[in-house]
């Protein structure tokens, strides 16, 4: 029996929400109280002037459920399920007394004072249980019967108008509630709906990210093993050569020589990949992206010098970012090797770094392109390579570091005369930078 009298709370979604909708009660439970007041006194020559009683009982129901409504408001821990029910039966049963009380303090035969019935009813009708909400509406009911009867017992004789007059206000209270709580009760059902295929998406995606990770750690160790693979196979061959008793020592020197190369490739394949895969610890200081441009520049361009290629560089000078200089230094060294290594014979590759919507941009351009659609989906994916002894890490590598900076790296521009990758960073600018910056505005 008690628990068909219970708070409905399921339209409860988080403390908020019920602020939200209690406030809403509350104002209304105000409007009605004010406007009670103010047709009472507006049109005192009929009601007759409002007794100081009245007054006192109004100005007691306008503090209380302000008191309601800034305790809700301005209440910062949880509200528990108890004390949503104890609320809202509380407010139901105070505009109900209050209500009747108002009625016998105006002592007038009209029911305008029975308006204040109007909210218990719609707040039944949306928080409670449908029996709970019969049991409010009989109540509202009841009060204006009994009012009338009241009434009429001290002032003599008794109108049948009265009586149907308050029969249709407590039809009324029937139709409003049977009404809103059907609406509402579609409405909690949506809710219900609604949280239940939320959860399923939620538990779906969790197992699809499960599945997509499971994937990835495959595609990785069968990428691992096979890079690994080809280095171990060509040494333990060679290795089997030398020791074959037929071979000449410039043979055997011409295989250890290979077996030698392969283990270099396997080292540097080794080191890229715990590169890629040891979690990232960035020791971020304020540094100055023209130097480290500068830097990885002079370090490549012996290598580029091979084959004639020319490496430039623009950056304005007190570009800062906060950033680990050494990982950034090893993602512009990756996207500049990269870049020399597409360059044709006597080409270009230049490093540029500008200022962009509070962020800083590097870009390595080079003229040789473009790279083809099926290798742009895979540049960045782990172990994908289109060079015959790449480890294909290098671009993994570099983005990562970028993100690991709150940043990414992408391919900007990928055009027959234009290939050119963008790496995007925090940046941290420099007092002098800014006021000429300020200054040129």
């Known amino acids: 029996m008690l628990k068909a009298f219970a708070l409905d709370t399921d339209f409860i979604e988080d403390a908020e929400s019920f602020k939200r909708q209690e406030a809403t009660f509350v104002v209304l439970n105000l409007f009605v109280l004010a406007t009670l007041l103010f047709t009472h006194t507006a049109f005192e020559s009929y009601w007759g002037s409002p007794p100081e009683a009245l007054i006192i009982v109004l100005a007691a129901g306008f503090l209380l459920n302000s008191s309601e409504l800034i305790w809700v408001q301005t209440r910062k821990a949880p509200i528990s399920q108890t004390v ?57 009911g009841l009060l204006d019967f009994l009012w009338v009867w009241w009434y009429f017992r001290i002032h003599p004789p008794a109108l049948l108008g009265q009586y149907l007059e308050a029969g249709t206000i407590s039809l009324i209270y029937i139709v409003m509630g049977s009404l809103v709580w059907l609406l509402a009760d579609s409405l909690h059902r949506g809710q219900h709906r609604l949280q239940r295929n939320l959860e399923e998406l939620e538990r779906t995606r969790k197992r699809l990210t499960s599945e997509e990770k499971l994937a990835a750690v495959g595609r990785l160790s069968s990428a691992i093993a096979h890079e690994i693979r080809n280095p171990v196979a060509m040494i333990s061959s060679t290795l089997e050569a030398v020791l ?34 040891h979690p990232d610890r960035l020791e971020k200081t304020g540094c100055e992206l023209g130097h480290i441009i500068d830097y990885v520049a002079s370090f490549c361009r012996p290598h580029a010098a091979k084959r004639a290629i020319t490496i430039t560089t623009r950056a304005s000078e007190g570009m800062l ?79 990562k570091i970028a993100c690991a900076h709150g940043g990414d790296l992408t391919l900007t521009a990928n055009g ?26």
Request: net charge negative; charged share 20%; proline share 4%.
């Open 416 to 441: 027959p005369e234009t290939v050119v990758f963008s790496m995007i960073l925090p940046s941290m600018v420099s007092t002098s930078t800014a006021r000429s910056e300020a200054l040129s505005e």
């Open 321 to 399: 970012a906060e950033v680990d200089s050494e990982k950034i230094e090893q993602a512009v060294l990756n996207l500049v090797m990269n870049a020399i290594e597409a360059s044709l014979d006597g080409g270009t590759v230049q490093i540029s770094a500008r200022r962009e919507n509070g962020q800083v941009r590097i870009e390595v351009e080079n003229g040789n392109g473009p790279i083809s659609n099926g290798t742009v989906d895979l540049l960045f994916e782990p172990f994908f390579t289109t060079k015959p002894h790449g480890t294909g890490l290098g671009l993994a590598i570099s983005r």
């Open 244 to 277: 074959s008793e037929n071979m000449s020592p410039s043979a055997q020197r011409e295989m250890l020589e290979i077996a030698a190369k392969e283990t270099a490739r396997l080292e540097q394949l080794t080191g890229d990949f715990l590169a890629y895969a």
């Open 84 to 140: 949503y029910t104890y609320l809202t039966w509380a407010s139901i049963i105070v505009n109900l007394s209050l209500a009747f009380i108002l009625a016998v303090l105006s002592d007038h035969r009209d029911l305008q004072y029975f308006a204040l019935l109007v909210v218990p009813v719609l707040r039944s009708a949306f928080r409670l249980s449908w029996l709970a909400t019969v049991g409010v509406v009989a109540v509202a």
